[in-house]
Nanobody
Framework: QVQLVESGGGLVQPGGSLRLSCAAS????????MGWYRQAPGKQRDLVAR?????????ADSVKGRFTISRSRDNAENTVYLQMNSLKPEDTAVYYC??????????WGLGTQVTVSS
């Protein structure tokens, strides 16, 4: 079992920045990919960015050039970060941390709200 703890959401003005963090603990040895998804009201949950063990990254077209995903690892925790710059009102959503193990198991965090508004 993997436990995921997200932090860093909040209210920010358009053009501002936020940094999300997600700490994974527990059965982390099998984690392959870590990432972030988001879900706005009335919309489906979509990929924002993900990063593999090897450091390969994928981004949604809507966030390329503005968001950066990164990852750190130690014996007890894997942590994934999402640096979000030049935020827009359309970035408003609940952001969910996601991890995928090498055997295909998927775990989700509880989500953190990001609101971009003046």
């Amino acid at each position: 079992q993997v436990q995921l703890v997200e932090s860093g959401g909040g209210l920010v003005q358009p053009g501002g920045s936020l940094r999300l963090s997600c700490a994974a603990s527990g059965r982390i040895f099998g984690i392959n990919t870590m990432g972030w998804y988001r879900q706005a009201p009335g919309k489906q949950r979509d990929l924002v960015a993900r990063i593999t063990n090897g450091g390969s990254t994928n981004y949604a077209d809507s966030v390329k050039g503005r968001f950066t995903i990164s990852r750190s690892r130690d014996n007890a925790e894997n942590t994934v970060y999402l640096q979000m710059n030049s935020l827009k009102p359309e970035d408003t959503a609940v952001y969910y941390c996601n991890v995928v193990s090498s055997w295909g198991k998927i775990d989700w965090g509880l989500g953190t709200q990001v609101t971009v508004s003046s």
